[in-house]
């Protein structure tokens, strides 16, 4: 014979914990009894929209100086570009030496600096992709390079200082404005 199972309120996805008497206690439908089911939504946010990079591959001549300087040293200025990607955790020098032996041990250092763009694009979330990462830094290693400084440059980085100097510096900013916004100290009174 045929039993009628216990009817149970519907599940509902509120984003609350919620939970469901399984019980024949008829203490109710939220009740905390030893069989009971949790349900939590799962909030999710829309990604941000991709943003364009603030040069062109080819405005190297925005910028001659780092233009000339990637020409004939282009670690000095992927060490930079490093450092800056990396937060810190790696410096300029050591970026650069590793870019240098890469090109001397396989001629390629394009296979390195790739994926940096690609760090480097997640993190500001840039348009792109690993492919065009890749394809642009072996047919204009200079080019990709050069974007990629001036892109950080853009971001409000000063290249020439580093992570650490730039972390300095935003933060003695912080502390100076807050000095500013403080009300000029009172003279003394005096009879």
């Known amino acids: 014979m045929y039993q009628a199972e216990e009817s149970k309120p519907p599940k509902v996805v509120t984003g609350l914990p919620v939970s469901y008497d399984n019980s024949s206690s008829g203490t109710g439908p939220y009740s905390s009894t030893a069989d009971t089911t ?3 939504a799962t909030i999710q946010v829309p990604p941000k ?7 062109g591959l080819c405005d190297c001549f925005s910028n001659c100086g780092n233009c000339c300087l990637t020409y004939w040293c282009p670690c000095v200025t992927f060490g930079k570009v490093a450092e800056i990607v990396d937060r810190g955790s790696t410096s300029c020098g050591a970026s650069g030496a590793l870019y240098a032996l890469v090109c001397c041990l396989i001629g390629c250092g394009c296979l390195y600096s790739c994926f940096y763009r690609s760090k480097m694009r997640r993190q500001f979330n840039l348009k792109g ?4 990462d890749c394809l642009t830094h072996c047919f204009c290693e200079p080019c990709a390079l050069c974007q990629e400084y001036r892109e950080l440059e853009n971001k409000g980085f000063d290249m020439h200082i580093g ?28 009879r």
């Not at 929209?49 to 040069?55: D, G, I, N, V």
């Not at 730039?166 to 100290?185: C, D, F, K, L, Y």
């Open 129 to 132: 992709s690993d492919c065009t």
């Open 49 to 55: 929209p991709l943003e364009e990079w603030s040069t």
């Open 38 to 40: 949790s349900y939590q």
């Open 163 to 190: 992570w650490h100097g730039n972390v300095e510096q935003r933060s003695r900013g912080i502390a100076m404005s807050a000095a500013a916004a403080a009300p000029p100290p009172q003279p003394p009174m005096t």
